[in-house]
């Protein structure tokens, strides 16, 4: 869950239908109606360097504003949605230029009646507004690091004369607008890294295939939970899955490249290390099955809890498992042929070694 917050004067604005009314810097963002004479008041949001990839799935979306003024006048209807461009400038300080991007809204709108009333200086969220900001991030243009503009306002006026205050980025800008944006799951087929480029993603939960990396590049994935097929790098290339939970394959290291995950849980498949590569696991529980050193390869354990199954060392590489649990099994370790070195590091605190 990321959490955007409105940052510059021009970022928020001020637009009522009649009577005819715009202010770039006003203090309040302003929706509803008041009267049968002013209604249609709304504005528009804008924030920036949202950390999206293009094409993720989006699990969940807010807008939370702080009420400025205390109101409980009835009804107040309002709706949300979104400029539908690729990376929206700031606001210019004409009605003209706001009211052209308004027209160009997302198809996706979000509904915000039937507010109730509102205390100074309180929190509100918005409804759901995931179909929204899944609009933008689908564009063909969106990139990580682009700005969303959000539309709140009554435009037409299906307000009974009600309206809700909250502060602009011109009264405070501690309690200015947020957008609140949690990613879900990243589904990504096989990968191949052949040069030196990066493969980077952040998600709640990222989902990779069969990832083969033949060159320098690198790989990155962080999330609360990482699952991963299979691993292969034949290069110098480095993995890197930071998460909750990490949950890799088979995996392959025949250069020199580098695996390494952090995570709470760490879950590896069948580990072949027959270059000079190293796989380093930190975590608090790490389950490995069977490990296979050929060359000077390593493989570095610390957690917790740290289980590995049927291990080959027939090369000049060296195994390291340091654990520390509080209660019972500490550390795990079962080998075959053990030729060069094993270093089994362990600490018990009420427990039996085993």
């Keep these: 869950m990321a959490t955007y917050q409105v940052s510059a004067g021009t970022d928020d604005c001020y637009r009522r239908e009649e ?3 715009w202010d770039l810097g006003y ?3 302003w929706a509803g109606s008041e009267s049968g004479s002013y209604y249609g008041y709304g504005g528009g949001m804008r924030f ?18 702080t009420c ?17 461009v690729d990376d929206p400038a700031t606001f210019a300080d004409n009605s003209g230029a706001f009211d052209s ?8 709108k979000v509904d915000w009646d039937s507010i109730g009333a509102w205390t100074t200086d309180t929190e509100y969220t918005s409804p759901e507004l995931k179909t929204v900001i899944q609009e933008i991030v689908d564009r063909g243009g969106w990139a990580s690091g682009y700005d969303i ?27 200015a607008p947020k957008l609140v944006i949690t990613i879900g799951e990243t589904h990504l087929g096989a990968v191949t890294l052949s040069g030196s480029g990066s493969l980077t993603s952040n998600g709640v939960i990222t989902a990779i295939g069969k990832a083969t990396m033949t060159g320098s590049g690198v790989l990155s994935a962080i999330g609360q939970v990482f699952k991963l097929a299979s691993v292969t790098l034949t290069g110098v290339g480095t993995l890197v899955a930071n998460g909750v939970s ?15 995950a952090k995570a709470s849980g760490i879950f590896i498949g069948k580990a072949t290390l027959s270059g000079s590569g190293s796989l380093s696991a930190i975590g608090r529980r790490l389950v490995t099955g069977a490990v296979s050193l050929v060359g000077a390869g390593s493989l570095s354990a610390i957690g917790v809890g740290i289980f590995i199954g049927a291990s080959t060392l027939s090369g000049l590489g060296t195994l390291v498992a340091k654990a520390t649990m509080t209660y019972g099994r500490i550390l ?11 270093t089994i590091t362990s600490r018990i605190k009420g427990g039996k070694r085993r």
């Design 68 to 84: 400025r003024d205390a109101t409980s006048d009835t009804v107040c209807n309002t709706r949300i949605s979104a400029e539908d």
């Design 27 to 29: 203090t309040k963002q």
């Design 101 to 108: 991007r308004y027209a160009n809204r997302t198809t996706a």
């Design 48 to 65: 920036t360097n949202i950390i999206i990839e293009q094409g993720a799935t989006i699990a969940e979306a807010h807008l939370i504003m």
């Design 332 to 342: 795990r370790i079962h080998t075959t042929k053990p030729s060069d070195e094993l």
């Design 246 to 260: 990490t949950l890799i394959g088979k995996s392959t290291l025949s250069g020199s490249g580098t695996l390494a």
């Design 149 to 175: 503009v959000i539309f709140w306002e009554d435009f037409d006026n299906r307000s009974s004369h009600g309206y809700r205050t909250a502060y602009a980025y011109d009264s405070s800008s501690a309690k």
């Design 19 to 21: 009577p005819n009314y």
